[in-house]
Every structure is written in structure tokens, then in C-alpha cells.
């Protein structure tokens, strides 16, 4: 079991840049594959980036590709998100998960995600 904190959320500008954090605690976080998903007030939860178990694969939502980008350090047991030129609908609770499986990663449907951080709130003001 993999327990995973979020941080860096914030108030932010529109225009401006945010690196999200999410630390893992667990011998076994470089075995699973890790994503990151959000959720606006009365909307369903949204994925937004998945990476592999070492960090050579990733795969992001196609609106958000140009700005957002997924990355991990797991000498660091910790999962990035990058997020550049944030915009007013950017705001939300972002997640991080890890798969439940070991033996596949990329996957858009939360379901197949099993441990959830608590969240880290972004706002982005217009």
C-alpha cells in the first residue's frame, strides 16, 4: 500500500505556473503506475496525466497537453505535475493515485486507481 500526500496547490493568477507534489510513502511506489486527476466544484473527477513505473512513458489529456506535464523522482518516492499558463477553468482539487495493479499503468478511468492522496486545491483567478 502506497500512501500519497499532495502539496503545492494554491491561489494563483491567470498566466501564472504551479509544480503540484505528491509524496509517497511505501517501499513499493516505483511499482506502480501513478496518475493525476481533478475535480471542479459539481463536476466529476477528470484526468489529467498517467506515467509508468519509472518515468518513460507518459500520457496526458489532449486539452491539457501543451501545458501540463507529469513527471516523477522515485529516489524521491514523490509524482510532479507541472502546470504552465493556468487558466480559470484550471481550478480544482487535484488528486494524485496510484494504480492498483502492478503490471499496467496508463489508464483515464479513475476506477482503476485504487490509493488517492487527500487533494490539493488550485485556484486560478481571471
Known amino acids: 500500500q502506497v500512501k500519497l500526500v499532495e502539496s503545492g496547490g494554491g491561489l494563483v493568477q491567470a498566466g501564472d505556473s504551479l509544480r503540484l507534489s505528491c509524496a509517497g510513502t511505501?517501499?513499493?511506489?516505483?511499482?506502480?503506475?501513478m496518475g493525476w486527476f481533478r475535480q471542479a466544484p459539481g463536476k466529476e473527477r477528470e484526468f489529467v496525466a498517467a506515467i509508468d513505473w519509472n518515468g518513460s512513458n507518459t500520457m496526458h489529456a489532449d486539452s491539457l497537453l501543451d501545458r501540463f506535464t507529469i513527471s516523477r523522482d522515485n529516489a524521491k518516492t514523490t509524482l510532479y505535475l507541472q502546470m504552465i499558463r493556468l487558466k480559470s477553468e484550471d481550478s480544482g482539487v487535484y488528486y494524485c493515485a496510484a494504480r492498483a495493479s502492478t503490471d499496467t499503468w496508463g489508464s483515464t478511468d479513475p476506477r482503476d486507481y485504487d490509493n488517492w492522496g487527500q487533494g490539493t486545491q488550485v485556484t486560478v483567478s481571471s
Open positions: 511505501g517501499r513499493t511506489f516505483s511499482s506502480h503506475g
